[in-house]
């Protein structure tokens, strides 16, 4: 629009230069045709009369050709103005639909990675459950449940196997250090059948990789310090940093390591961690600010201890760090959480609070002896972690139709190439925490079968590796 006004502009500067240079023309033309009536008029009189006049005939011929073609171009130019001004409509209309074609091609690229966040958020972790068992080259795994059935049932009668010439090592998973009591009666009722048993001492909420680290230098430190081979039994994320050990440190640990068992380890990862952390779904930023509030700020840990239990990590990691279940014995152990509705009202002792400068109150007399081991005074808190259990492994059966303990599907719980015990009887992720101040005559405790699953992967030790 303002190329059209200086094109008007110029126009009229041009009229106005037409109509100066006529006047300057006339003048000229009067002066030489007319000298002596020039004086009489203007009162002036020229230097030299001869010489100023020049040719009538030609001047005037002169003088008329130039205005003609000065008229002619004004006229040119007046006929213009409109077709310029539509050559300026039409370059207008361009920029305008170019303006549009991108901002719908923008709008067209926004919608379409709204769609595929979307998609990749109704997806979730569909494609990646089970992963383990649709890899080829990994070795098989072997049904050992009647075995460790039939184990179970001699530790409930009063039979223990477990030998004394081993060193047991529990190691707790995720936050365990927020829970004291975290395998504390189970070390206990080892203890009292004479068996040396540990409960390792790591920072649960560290990455997988510097717990491999740390428990590689705590087995190492039992081993020259009892000389005895360890027998490995870690749950949830301990199964997982003590396979790690086992895959990064093993020409270090072949001779220190008699054998490993997973208890609900997500060894191919979790759906709950991947469903949280993945990128490229709705409010994928949030999410993990949230987390990283919660895990860093809160608990003090690492937010990659939570990442190294998805998918993609735990992908990442056995791809380039082979677990060597062919030299050394594992054991895989996995359940499913009840989803009853009876259970969604149930409530679990999963922590403790100390209170160092009270005396034990009377209501809790009767866990004197529970409570022995322990430096300090603690007061069980309850919260409803049974019911949060069976609220997530609902979840994941309504969404993914896959069964898990609340945390750990059970397809991704089985080791390659190890002993798989799948237990029909109801335990979510948190039955190893749980505090077993009274035991039940019907069920199992959680050292009873901690106990169980040991004895089995020593049979597997006898015969993989002539353990005497």
């Not at 039409?90 to 170019?98: G, L, P, S, Y």
């Not at 054991?331 to 259970?343: D, I, K, L, R, Y």
């Not at 492994?393 to 015990?421: F, I, K, M, Q, T």
Request: proline share 5%; with cysteine.
């Amino acid at each position: 629009m303002e190329d059209y006004f200086n094109h008007i502009f110029s126009v009229a500067s041009e009229l106005g230069y037409c109509f100066v240079q006529l006047l300057e023309d006339a003048y000229g033309y009067f002066y030489n045709s007319f000298p002596y009536h020039y004086v009489l008029i203007f009162g002036e009189r020229p230097s030299s009369v001869e010489a100023a006049p020049a040719p009538i005939d030609s001047s005037v011929q002169d003088w008329t050709l130039s205005w003609i073609q000065k008229v002619r171009s004004f006229i040119k130019k007046s006929l213009l103005a409109p077709s310029y001004g539509l050559k300026l409509g039409c370059k207008i209309v361009n920029h305008c639909f170019i303006f549009c074609l991108l901002y719908l091609i923008e709008a067209q690229e926004m919608l379409q990675m709204l769609i595929n966040r979307l998609r990749r958020t109704l997806e979730g972790s569909s494609a990646d459950i089970g992963w383990l068992q649709k890899t080829k080259g990994l070795p098989p795994v072997v049904d050992g449940t009647a075995r460790f059935k039939e184990l179970l049932s001699d530790v409930r009668n009063g039979m223990h196997n477990l030998p004394n010439s081993l060193v047991y090592l529990f190691i707790p998973g995720l936050f365990s250090n927020h829970s004291p009591l975290y395998f504390v009666n189970t070390k206990r009722f080892f203890s009292k059948m004479g068996l040396t048993c540990h409960i390792a001492k790591i920072h649960s909420e560290a990455s997988v990789e510097k717990n491999a680290w740390e428990l590689k230098q705590y087995i190492e430190e039992l081993y020259w310090g009892s000389g005895k081979r360890i027998l490995l039994l870690g749950h949830s994320k301990g199964g997982i940093d003590a396979a790690a050990a086992l895959s990064l440190y093993w020409y270090e640990l072949r001779d220190k390591v008699a054998g490993l068992a997973l208890v609900q380890s997500p060894y191919g990862g979790s759906p709950i961690a991947s469903d949280i952390l993945r990128e490229g779904q709705i409010a994928d930023k949030e999410a993990r600010r949230i987390m990283e509030f919660i895990v860093c700020k809160l608990i003090k840990g690492d937010i990659r201890a939570l990442e190294d239990l998805t998918y993609d990590k735990r992908k990442d990691f056995i791809s380039k760090h082979k677990l060597p279940s062919d030299e050394l014995p594992i054991v895989s152990f996995h359940t499913e959480a009840s989803s009853a509705p009876g259970v969604l009202a149930t409530m679990s002792h999963i922590a403790h609070a100390e209170l160092p400068w009270l005396p034990l109150p009377q209501f809790l007399a009767q866990y004197e002896e529970s409570y022995s081991l322990l430096t300090t005074p603690r007061v069980p808190v309850v919260i409803p972690l049974s019911a949060a259990m069976a609220i997530s492994a609902l979840h994941l059966r309504l969404r993914y139709g896959e069964r898990s303990d609340g945390l750990v599907a059970r397809c991704d719980a089985e080791v390659p190439g190890s002993v798989v015990v799948r237990l029909e009887r109801k335990l979510d992720h948190a039955w190893m925490v749980y505090s077993t101040l009274r035991k039940d005559p019907v069920e199992a405790d959680a050292s009873e079968m901690c106990e169980a699953l040991l004895t089995m992967l020593v049979e597997n030790t006898k015969e993989k590796c002539d353990f005497p």
